[in-house]
């Protein structure tokens, strides 16, 4: 994808600052996604029921992602819009194991994901399992990426995929519970399920990148915008569960070899993830963490102070509602190196305004 997207007519100047960030780690630089009310959003809202669902049609869902990236040309922040396969989630792992795929709709985010129940009754029909590229979910998500590509060309990004990795891929298998008892009682099956789940893992991201061109030799996400390099997106959730010291044994060896495979990644923590943060901020390639904010858990634009102590100069990506994000833009107590998320913005004008206080924020 060359230069310049129709839908991030601002492109150069929005790269550079992104680059600024994940590739200097700049402490001294703020940058913003600005989310205003969205026409296409509410109107998926309107055709559209939260719950389980069939596999989406995927030229309405091209449609949306077109839609969606047209809205943000007006909006003057630092966002590289871009599509996401999120069908393409845990039911695209399970389901080229013959997995029973079942897909969620989430109608106020405009979102689809996938899943599925355990493949297996227990450890003992592993050696059973069996790969494909010719299976119907592989070359459903070869068909779905390839029309992606086709329809964004020229006009916005395709966000890379998630993997299911180590521990959870391991929940593919025999679900969470029996993982995490495997850890004790039968911890060679699940270096099984990790040695298989990296193969997996690595088929379907190298398809990917060889699909999908990089943008001016970065990836693309919606998360963090844009990185430069051939950028992975993993997760680390099955560890919110556990110690820093199950995480060290099982977590991250895994990830930094899948990481060294291409030009790093990035990863999410959940509020009771938090106590992973120094840990999996020293991950061998890892380019950004974004926080995220759970009921029950304090907010992590309120402790971002806390964050950065735990984490160094580790570019972080950030939720906040406007209302609290503009009070500390005017009262200049904004935490430096985050792109923060910025929700609930009333309108476009609204947004662009922000944005000009946003650039010329200095430390």
Same mark, same amino acid.
Request: proline content about 5%; aromatic content about 10%.
């Given at each position: 994808?060359?230069?310049?997207?129709?839908?991030? =007519?601002?492109?150069?100047?929005? $790269?550079?600052?992104? %680059?600024?960030?994940?590739?200097?780690?700049?402490?001294?630089?703020?940058? +913003? %996604?600005?989310?205003?009310?969205?026409?296409?959003?509410?109107?998926?809202?309107? !055709?559209?029921?939260?719950?389980?669902?069939?596999?989406?049609?995927?030229?309405?869902?091209? #449609?949306?992602?077109? #839609?969606?990236? /047209?809205?943000?040309?007006?909006?003057?922040?630092?966002?590289? =819009?871009?599509?996401?396969?999120?069908?393409?989630?845990?039911?695209?792992?399970?389901?080229?194991?013959?997995?029973?795929? /079942?897909?969620?709709?989430?109608?106020?985010?405009?979102?689809?994901?996938?899943? @599925? =129940?355990?493949?297996?009754?227990?450890?003992?029909?592993?050696?059973?399992?069996?790969?494909?590229?010719?299976?119907?979910?592989?070359?459903?998500?070869?068909?779905?990426?390839?029309?992606?590509?086709?329809?964004?060309?020229?006009?916005?990004?395709?966000?890379? $995929?998630?993997?299911?990795?180590?521990?959870?891929?391991?929940?593919?298998?025999?679900?969470? &519970?029996?993982?995490?008892? +495997?850890?004790?009682?039968?911890?060679?099956?699940?270096?099984?399920? !990790?040695?298989?789940?990296?193969?997996?893992?690595?088929?379907?991201?190298?398809?990917?990148?060889? !699909?999908?061109?990089?943008?001016?030799?970065? &990836?693309?996400?919606? &998360?963090?915008?844009? *990185?430069?390099? %051939?950028?992975?997106?993993?997760?680390?959730?099955?560890?919110?569960?556990?110690?820093?010291?199950?995480?060290?044994?099982?977590?991250? +060896? =895994?990830?930094?070899?899948?990481?060294?495979?291409?030009?790093?990644?990035? *990863?999410?923590?959940?509020?009771?993830?938090?106590?992973?943060?120094?840990?999996? #901020?020293?991950?061998?390639?890892?380019?950004?963490?974004?926080?995220?904010?759970?009921?029950?858990?304090?907010?992590?634009?309120?402790?971002?102070?806390?964050?950065? /102590?735990?984490?160094?100069?580790?570019?972080? !990506?950030?939720?906040?509602?406007?209302?609290?994000?503009? %009070?500390?833009?005017?009262?200049?107590?904004?935490?430096?190196?985050?792109?923060?998320? @910025?929700?609930?913005?009333?309108?476009?004008? &609204? #947004?662009?305004?922000?944005?000009?206080?946003?650039?010329?924020?200095?430390?």
């Amino acid at each position: 994808m060359g230069s310049e997207l129709s839908c991030c =007519p601002r492109e150069r100047y929005v $790269l550079a600052r992104l %680059r600024q960030l994940y590739e200097r780690r700049s402490q001294d630089v703020i940058l +913003a %996604r600005m989310n205003v009310p969205s026409p296409a959003l509410s109107e998926f809202a309107r !055709t559209h029921s939260s719950g389980f669902c069939e596999y989406p049609d995927i030229e309405d869902r091209l #449609a949306f992602w077109a #839609a969606r990236a /047209r809205e943000r040309m007006e909006i003057h922040d630092d966002s590289v =819009p871009s599509a996401c396969l999120s069908e393409m989630d845990q039911g695209l792992y399970g389901g080229m194991f013959g997995g029973d795929v /079942r897909f969620l709709c989430d109608a106020r985010a405009g979102w689809i994901s996938s899943m @599925v =129940p355990p493949l297996l009754a227990d450890w003992s029909e592993f050696d059973a399992l069996s790969f494909d590229r010719e299976c119907v979910w592989y070359r459903r998500y070869a068909a779905q990426l390839r029309a992606f590509v086709d329809s964004a060309e020229g006009k916005y990004g395709i966000s890379h $995929l998630i993997l299911i990795n180590h521990l959870n891929f391991a929940f593919e298998l025999v679900g969470a &519970t029996q993982t995490y008892m +495997a850890l004790y009682e039968e911890p060679y099956m699940v270096r099984q399920a !990790t040695s298989l789940a990296h193969d997996v893992n690595l088929c379907v991201q190298r398809h990917f990148f060889e !699909t999908v061109p990089l943008l001016n030799g970065g &990836t693309c996400g919606l &998360t963090v915008q844009w *990185v430069p390099g %051939r950028i992975l997106s993993e997760s680390v959730d099955p560890f919110h569960m556990t110690s820093v010291d199950c995480f060290e044994e099982w977590g991250r +060896a =895994p990830i930094d070899r899948m990481f060294a495979e291409f030009d790093g990644g990035i *990863v999410h923590i959940h509020g009771n993830g938090r106590h992973l943060l120094p840990a999996v #901020a020293s991950l061998n390639g890892l380019k950004a963490i974004m926080l995220g904010d759970d009921r029950g858990y304090p907010r992590s634009f309120d402790i971002l102070s806390e964050v950065r /102590r735990h984490v160094g100069n580790m570019p972080l !990506t950030c939720p906040v509602a406007f209302r609290d994000f503009d %009070r500390a833009l005017k009262e200049r107590t904004l935490i430096g190196g985050v792109l923060y998320d @910025v929700t609930d913005v009333p309108d476009g004008d &609204t #947004a662009n305004r922000c944005m000009d206080a946003v650039r010329k924020y200095r430390f």
